[in-house]
């Protein structure tokens, strides 16, 4: 690859969204965004100016709130940015998989236990549908969901695993590395690498992943902005 030229995880919510997950976009102009009961991910373009930001504000709708994935630049002048977290982006570089004997594939039956397990440990957005995003395994002790992964993010070529979590009263059996090796092996088989975000202060996660055959692939930023609650000509929106 040529020095510059952009790479698929340098944008990949756009990369998936026009993709191979083409069939969830939401389009205006060219930013594109899932269902906001799937993921909570909007795409804009590498370069985006004041007609993308207006196609921001009317999609979104006014006063929403606007998950910017993978966004490093700046908001309009009267857009509030409402989150912002330092994160990593690491990539499959020697991943040992291995289907796992006692996860068990989940799907939207088990969207309420899932919601659960995440409210009980926040390993970030996780709604109604984003278990169609991709293969989501779960394992269940005395019958009840204690640990999950699975796949979210689909550039081509590439599938991001997400959602890792583990029942804290289970935490220390290695049930999250089983499940990374579990679902990077259904990544694997089909011709796809594996990778994955997380926050950057999330110093044990990233410890774990790399010991697991991640390595650092680049430095990003989760950004949230508010879209104003009035806007005249929103193409007339000055970027700073």
């Known amino acids: 690859m040529n020095a510059g030229t952009p790479h698929v995880l340098d944008n990949p919510a756009l990369a998936a969204l026009t993709g191979p997950h083409a069939h969830f976009a939401e389009r205006r102009g060219r930013v594109l965004r899932y269902p906001v009961d799937v993921s909570p991910w909007l795409a804009l373009p590498d370069d985006p100016g004041a007609d993308d930001w207006a ?15 993978g966004f490093a630049g700046r908001v309009p002048e009267g857009w509030e940015i409402t989150f912002e977290l330092e994160g990593v982006q690491l990539v499959d570089d020697g991943l040992v998989v291995a289907p796992d004997p006692e996860s068990v594939r989940l799907g939207p039956a088990d969207v309420p236990e899932m919601l659960d397990l995440i409210e009980r440990t926040q390993p970030g957005p996780f709604l109604p549908r984003t278990v169609e995003l991709g293969t989501y395994l779960g394992i269940r002790r005395d019958g009840a969901l204690v640990a999950m992964a699975g796949e979210r993010l689909h550039p081509p070529g590439w599938t991001e695993i997400s959602a890792v979590c583990t029942d ?15 679902v990077g092996h259904g990544i694997r088989e089909r011709g796809e690498t594996p990778f994955l975000h997380t926050a950057a202060r999330n110093i ?24 104003p609650e009035r806007l005249g000509d929103e193409r007339e929106l000055a970027v700073p």
């Open 168 to 182: 804290p009263a289970v935490r220390g059996q290695g049930l999250a590395t089983r499940l990374i090796r579990a």
């Open 204 to 227: 044990h996660a990233i410890r774990l992943y790399e010991s697991l055959g991640f390595r650092l692939r680049r430095k990003t930023v989760f950004l949230a902005a508010r879209v």
């Open 55 to 69: 196609d921001v504000a009317v999609l979104a709708g006014p006063g929403a709130e606007v998950p910017l994935a």
